[in-house]
């Protein structure tokens, strides 16, 4: 079988306005089973992910402010990657390029003072930079603080707990990760959200931007050769 790639698009919806104000990409893989996710992503050709990123982003016409993609820190530093990145900003325009910095590492690892001319280059193109899964994994303040004055957006990702919204836990969390949103001006961004007690919950903390299933599953994104995928 071969081996089959494509974005699918999940929608960002401002519950205040009730309007969307953004969407995010997703990449999955076409399997026996259906749409799945990569196993990894880094195993994936860095051209493949390139040449799809702007295939993908030169069918989209949206009415909306922000795209999202998630992009790892290797492929941040992989150079065909990020002109893809530079060249899907300028498709899209003037919709910005929000890219999600995510904490998903290859086998190379790097430093901060690699990673920051990168993302400064990539602001200076117009796009954006996102912190995403903020409070889990490696994604503490202590390891994003040097990130949060280049940022304008971080997300909060509900299902990375094994536990209910309502767990002090994660409402402890999600009242730290607010207030820095309010500390550096950034947009903080709640996914996972499932449910209608998810998003009255979420409403009553005072968090306008959210993204889950409760309000729409990510859709696959066709482009013009793909007659026959569903």
């Not at 401002?14 to 749409?35: H, R, V």
């Not at 009415?63 to 290797?74: A, F």
């Not at 280059?121 to 040097?146: A, H, P, W």
């Not at 007690?197 to 990510?218: C, T």
Request: with cysteine.
């Amino acid at each position: 079988m071969k081996i089959i790639y494509r974005y699918f698009v999940q929608p960002q919806i401002d519950t205040a306005t009730k309007t969307i104000f953004g969407y995010e990409l997703l990449m999955k893989q076409l399997t026996p089973d259906g749409w799945r996710l990569p196993e990894s992503f880094s195993a994936i050709d860095p051209q493949i992910i390139a040449d799809l990123l702007v295939d993908t982003t030169k069918v989209l016409s949206l009415k909306v402010r922000y795209c999202s993609v998630n992009v790892s820190r290797e492929q941040l530093m992989t150079t065909s990657i990020a002109n893809a990145i530079i060249k899907s900003q300028e498709q899209l325009y003037p919709t910005k390029l929000v890219v999600e910095l995510t904490e998903d590492d290859g086998p190379q690892k790097y430093t901060m003072a690699e990673l920051l001319p990168q993302l400064k280059r990539f602001i200076d193109q117009g796009m954006e930079l996102s912190l995403d899964d903020v409070g889990t994994g490696d994604n503490y303040f202590k390891d994003v603080q040097e990130l949060l004055p280049l940022a304008s957006e971080i997300k909060f990702a509900l299902q990375n707990f094994n536990r209910d919204f309502k767990d002090p836990h994660i409402l402890q969390k999600l009242h730290f990760w607010h207030a820095i949103s309010a500390e550096y001006n950034l947009r903080l961004v709640l996914e996972g959200i499932e449910d209608q007690a998810d998003n009255r919950l979420s409403k009553k903390l005072g968090i306008r931007l959210k993204q889950g299933y409760y309000f729409s599953k990510p859709q696959l994104l066709k482009l013009p050769q793909d007659t026959c995928l569903s």
